[in-house]
Structure formats: structure tokens, C-alpha cells
């Protein structure tokens, strides 16, 4: 049975810092995608980041462009996602998901298996 479990979620003042965690079990997730989306209350869930099995390859929404950094440990079947000079608006229940295809990376419907989310409050 696949789990993913986020955490690292909390409330922090604008200009602040969290680091998200999310450990997935069940099976070997290291040719897997595995990215970052966030849905604020009545939103739609957007995709805030995401990075290949290769390690190598990460992509970004443009709205945490050079202040989220996403990682990967395959040896834990990790992800993490840095945040930093946090702002307002990204306050957002933050979910953790994982894809057997990168192809559609930025997609919510393009990943197979998602976490229950971290809550994420900045407060200015």
C-alpha cells in the first residue's frame, strides 16, 4: 500500500523559512517524479515544483521561482521542499504527489499517488 506523509507545516512570519518533508512507503519510488502542489480554501491545487528521478532535473512555477528549492533522497524515498522568503499568498495546504511519468509534471492529473498535506500558514 502506497503512503506518502508530509511534514515540516506551520505558521511563520512573512520573509520567514520552513522546510516541507514527505516520506513515501509501499514501494521504491526512485524512477519516479515527485513534486510539490499547494490549494489555498476555494482555489484550485496548483503546482508549485517537482523534480525526476535523476535527481537532476527540477522545475518551478514561476510564483516560487527562486525561493523554493526542491530535493530528493532516494535512499529514503524523500522529498523536500525548501521555502524560503515566504510570503502571504503562499499560504496553502501543501501536498506531496508522486508520477511514474514526468510528462505532465505540472499537472495535477499527471501524478498517481498523493499525500494527505501539510498546512502552511505565513502571516504578515
Known amino acids: 500500500q502506497v503512503q506518502l506523509v508530509e511534514s515540516g507545516g506551520g505558521l511563520v512570519q512573512a520573509g520567514g523559512s520552513l522546510r516541507l518533508s514527505c516520506a513515501a512507503s509501499g514501494r521504491t519510488f526512485s524512477t519516479y517524479t515527485m513534486g510539490w502542489f499547494r490549494q489555498a480554501p476555494g482555489k484550485e491545487r496548483l503546482f508549485v515544483a517537482a523534480i525526476n528521478w535523476n535527481v537532476i532535473t527540477a522545475y518551478y512555477s514561476d510564483s516560487v521561482k527562486g525561493r523554493f528549492s526542491i530535493s530528493r533522497d532516494n535512499t529514503k524515498n524523500t522529498v523536500y521542499l525548501q521555502m524560503n522568503s515566504l510570503k502571504p499568498e503562499d499560504t496553502a495546504l501543501y501536498y506531496c504527489?508522486?508520477?511514474?511519468?514526468?510528462?505532465?509534471?505540472?499537472?495535477?492529473?499527471?501524478?498517481?499517488?498523493w499525500g494527505q498535506g501539510t498546512q502552511v500558514t505565513v502571516s504578515s
Open positions: 504527489a508522486v508520477a511514474r511519468s514526468a510528462q505532465y509534471y505540472d499537472r495535477a492529473s499527471g501524478y498517481d499517488y
